[in-house]
């Protein structure tokens, strides 16, 4: 497979950029010049400089790709505008440079999440048939990647992949997480009750390649999860039981981390930077609940997920032990 990786700097695009090399296909990852490529160093892959702002910086990138993956997105922003330039209009962007090629990629894998679909009823998990209703400006960008996508379907064959919340070994989200219970500090996120489903982040690798490879594919979108939902308490004592902490002495409660996530959204308007929590965060893991079936792409594609949440916390626990030792690899 002559392939091209976007966000290949990234947690997902980087693991499924390393497995695609692993496996002796021809790779090409498209990265910005200011992109961190050093998770990339040693592995044999081209690197090709682009832009997904900049349309006529992708055509050299695409040029003999048989499959490409989009998994380049912006997770957090300044402001909505922010959003929908880079994974909204960055996919159009990206889906007229393919259909520029000569010739034009075979398969288009997207990357998408279950923002675009969002938040499930509480009486069933969330069918890819099911009218997306996204709540946030990051799920209304994602739905319009997906958008556009499907309005070239005609020409470029694609297929949407939405992942739940991704775990597993690079997780950026579960390193703070692991950071905050070494300190002795847990966020209360949501309750008891199951509120999200999960995946590993190479069970979606595993994901992505049949959805590149299996005609059955095209035009199709699938929900990928470990088949259960989990609550995120469960998360977190998982977590904690991994790194071996015993009683757990701070709580930060809903109200601190709103104002926290208040200050965080203050602060990135002065800085233009990207908060890394927002309210709009906290949120999410109290009043939505985010579990998806994911049995269709079982059934249509024979998808099995070989790691469910503990095994998933396991790894990464163990990835970052070996990260802070050893220096990452």
Known sequence: MRALVTGSSGFIGGRLAAALARDGHD??????????????????????????RDPGSLDAALAGREVVFHAAAVLQA???????????????????????????PARLVLVSSIAAGGPNRTDRPGLESDEPRPVSAYGRSKLAAERAVLEASGRLPAVIVRP?????????????????????????????????SLVDVDDLVEALLLAAADPRAVGQTYYVTDGRAYAWPEIIAAAAAELGLGRLRLRVPY???????????????LTGRPPALTREIVRSGREYFWVYDGSKIVRELGFQPRYGMQDSV????????????????
């Open 78 to 104: 300044v402001d909505d505008g922010a959003f929908d330039a880079a994974n909204a209009q960055g996919t159009r962007h990206l889906v007229q440079a393919c259909l520029r090629a000569e010739p034009a």
């Open 314 to 329: 396991r790894r990464m626990v163990k990835a970052a032990a070996a990260g802070r030792g050893g220096g990452r690899r």
């Open 255 to 269: 109200g601190a981390q709103m104002a926290f996530a208040a200050l965080a959204e203050s602060a990135a308007r």
């Open 164 to 196: 739940p919340n991704v775990i597993g070994p690079g997780s950026k989200e579960l390193e703070r997480t692991l950071g905050l219970l070494r300190r002795r500090i847990v966020p209360a996120v949501g309750d008891e009750r199951p509120r999200t």
């Open 27 to 52: 790779v090409v990852c498209l990265v910005r010049p200011t992109s961190r490529t050093s998770g990339l160093a040693g592995l044999p892959v081209r690197l090709a400089v682009g832009d997904l």
